[in-house]
């Protein structure tokens, strides 16, 4: 059984930092390209970052040099470190792994909340 479980959301003050964690079970995480998405309310869901199994990675322009991807492949965990963060943050967070061959290999999820307030 495949899961997907994130962590670290919560409530953070504008210009703050929060770092997100998703681990995965069920997986050979190597093989997986590991993505977070974010939707904030009333918005449709949004990629923000990924990294390929051999670690490259690339970013949304609205988080580029303020959000930081990486993953522990040894302990099959994606990590997004979120710096300097602005209330058009707030959202909730979601983990998504994609097979980097079988397109049918796509796993989410449930989303941790992130909210950006004074």
């Known amino acids: 059984q495949v899961q997907l479980v994130e962590s670290g959301g919560g409530l953070v003050q504008p210009g703050g930092s929060l770092r997100l964690s998703c681990g995965t079970s069920?997986?050979?995480?190597?093989?997986?390209?590991m993505a977070w998405y974010r939707q904030a309310p009333g918005n449709q869901r949004e990629w923000v970052a990924h990294i390929t199994g051999s670690s490259s990675t690339n970013y949304a322009d609205s988080v580029k040099g303020r959000f930081t991807i990486s993953r522990d492949n040894a302990q099959n965990t994606v990590f997004l470190q979120m710096n300097n963060l602005n209330p058009e943050d707030t959202a909730v967070y979601y983990c998504?792994?994609?097979?980097?061959?079988?397109?049918?290999?796509?796993?989410w999820g449930q989303g941790t909340q992130v909210t950006v307030s004074s």
């Open positions: 998504n792994a994609a097979h980097t061959l079988t397109r049918s290999l796509n796993y």
């Open positions: 069920g997986i050979r995480f190597s093989s997986y390209t």
